[in-house]
Nanobody, 124 residues
Framework: QVQLVESGGGLVQAGGSLRLSCAAS????????MGWFRQAPGKEREFVAA????????YYADSVKGRFTISRDNSKDTVILQMNSLKPDDTAVYYC?????????????????WGQGTQVTVSS
């Protein structure tokens, strides 16, 4: 089992920044991948970014490329999503998730453990 706890959401004006954290505990493994997804009201959950637990590869959705950065804090078993130049369209509940396998999958159905989510609201 892997437990995930997100933090760092909040309200920010367009153009601002937020830093989301996902703390992992339990049976984590270097062979895992960590992903961030988001879900806006009335929309399906969508992929945002992912990183291998070894931090040797990352992948981003086109909508956030160049604005968001995913990284890992090895000392704390925490994955960070730094979000810059935020837009109102980025408003959603953000979830972190763990994929117990290789690669960087884009589908939520390939992820095995999920956090409870943290709200991000970007005002115009």
């Amino acid at each position: 089992q892997v437990q995930l706890v997100e933090s760092g959401g909040g309200l920010v004006q367009a153009g601002g920044s937020l830093r989301l954290s996902c703390a992992a505990s339990g049976r984590t493994s270097i062979s895992y991948a960590m992903g961030w997804f988001r879900q806006a009201p009335g929309k399906e959950r969508e992929f945002v970014a992912a990183i291998r637990w070894s931090a040797d590869s990352t992948y981003y959705a086109d909508s956030v490329k160049g604005r968001f950065t995913i990284s890992r804090d090895n000392s704390k078993d925490t994955v960070i999503l730094q979000m810059n130049s935020l837009k109102p369209d980025d408003t959603a509940v953000y979830y972190c998730a763990v994929h117990r396998g290789y690669g960087l999958p884009l589908s939520q159905y390939d992820y095995d453990y999920w956090g409870q989510g943290t709200q991000v609201t970007v005002s115009s």
